[in-house]
């Protein structure tokens, strides 16, 4: 999913599931723990990492936190759904939880 997909995707999330942000974030520290594992074929998760390989074009997770309209609501909705371009990563609500507050951790921070 190219970058413009992602943030027309975050930001009709957000629409969609509201704004408010009152569920329970996990813990970042587990979240980047379990992304720098998991996500990182596709995804730059963390400073510092090359480029993955197999999808150049997947957004950093930095660049998620600072997309217009993300939140843990949206970030919820899209991790739950399949995507076409995602593999078919089906998260326990825990993993999820820490992998969507290390995105929120990383906010402003590019």
Do not use: W
């Amino acid at each position: 999913m190219d970058m413009k997909s992602l943030v027309i995707a975050v930001a009709a999330l957000s629409f969609v599931t509201g704004s408010a942000d009152a569920q329970d974030l996990g813990n970042p520290a587990h979240g980047r723990a379990f992304a720098l594992e998991v996500c990182t074929p596709c995804h730059v998760v963390a400073r510092g990492q090359r480029s993955p390989a197999r999808f150049a074009d997947a957004p950093s997770f930095s660049a998620i936190a600072d997309a217009k309209g993300t939140t843990a609501s949206s970030l919820n909705a899209f991790l739950s759904t399949p995507h076409p371009t995602m593999p078919n990563l089906i998260l326990k609500p825990d993993e999820a939880a820490d992998v969507i507050g290390y995105i929120l951790s990383l906010r402003g921070k590019q």
